[in-house]
C-alpha cells in the first residue's frame, strides 16, 4: 500500500509521467513508401518499446554529384499507420539524422529535409538541415520541427505522412565530389523521431 501510494505521488510530482501510453501499447499497423530514394525493399519502420521514438530506416538511399539531376537530389514519401490507447494525442517534436557519410568536397552543399502531416489536418510541420564542405565521415544530429502540430483526439489509427529529400548541390560546371549515402549495410540512413504524448 506504501509503494502505490508513493507511485501515485510520483505521477503527481513529475510532469508528463502519467502523460504517455504503457510501453508496449503503441503499435505500427501499417507500414508504406515509395520514392526515388527509397526502392522495394529498402526501408523499414520500428517503434520503441516505450512509444517514444519512431524510427525510419533506409538501406539503398544515396545522393551523389557529378551525376544527372536525378542523382542529385531523391526523395521519400512515408506513410505509417499508429494504433495506440484511447484518450492520447501526439506530435513528433524532433527529427534525428543518424548513421550517414557525406562527403562535400569544396563548394558542394547538401541539404536533408524532412516534413511530416497528419490524415484530415491540414499543417504541415518541416525541419531543413544545410551541410557546407568540407566534409567527410558519419555524422549525427537533431533537429526541431519548426511547427508543432499534434494528431486529432480520438481518431484511430493515425496517419501519420513522413517526407525526406536529400540533394548534394555543385557549382556551376564544376566536377567536385558530393555524397551523401549508405556507408555499410550496418550504417544505414537512418531517422529517429521524438514523440510528445499529452492526455486528450
Known amino acids: 500500500m506504501v509503494i502505490l501510494l508513493l507511485l501515485g505521488l510520483l505521477q ?6 502519467a502523460q504517455s501510453p ?3 501499447a503503441v503499435k505500427i499497423t501499417a507500414f508504406k513508401y515509395s520514392g526515388t530514394g527509397c526502392p522495394p525493399g ?8 516505450d512509444g517514444q521514438t519512431l524510427t525510419i530506416i533506409f538501406s539503398k538511399y544515396t545522393v551523389f554529384t557529378p551525376g544527372s539531376p536525378a542523382d542529385r537530389r531523391k526523395n521519400c514519401q512515408v ?5 495506440y490507447p484511447s484518450g492520447f494525442t501526439f506530435t513528433l517534436a524532433t527529427v534525428t539524422y543518424g548513421g550517414l557519410y557525406a562527403q562535400l568536397e569544396p563548394g558542394v552543399t547538401g541539404t536533408l529535409a524532412a ?11 518541416r525541419s531543413k538541415r544545410e551541410l557546407l564542405p ?11 520541427f519548426a511547427t508543432v502540430v ?10 501519420i505522412n513522413l517526407f525526406f529529400e536529400a540533394s548534394v548541390k555543385p557549382p556551376p560546371g564544376s566536377k567536385a565530389v558530393g555524397l551523401i549515402t549508405v556507408g555499410s ?9 521524438r514523440f510528445i504524448w499529452k492526455k486528450c
Open 134 to 144: 568540407p566534409l567527410e565521415g558519419n555524422f549525427e544530429f537533431t533537429d526541431k
Open 115 to 125: 516534413a511530416y502531416y497528419f490524415s484530415g489536418i491540414p499543417e504541415t510541420a
Open 79 to 83: 506513410t505509417v499507420a499508429l494504433e
Open 185 to 193: 549495410q550496418d550504417l544505414r540512413l537512418k531517422q529517429i523521431y
Open 42 to 49: 529498402s526501408a523499414e519502420g520500428v517503434i520503441s518499446f
Open 22 to 24: 504503457p510501453a508496449g
Open 150 to 159: 499534434y494528431q486529432a483526439c480520438g481518431v484511430q489509427p493515425a496517419i
Open 12 to 17: 503527481l510530482a513529475v510532469p508528463g509521467l
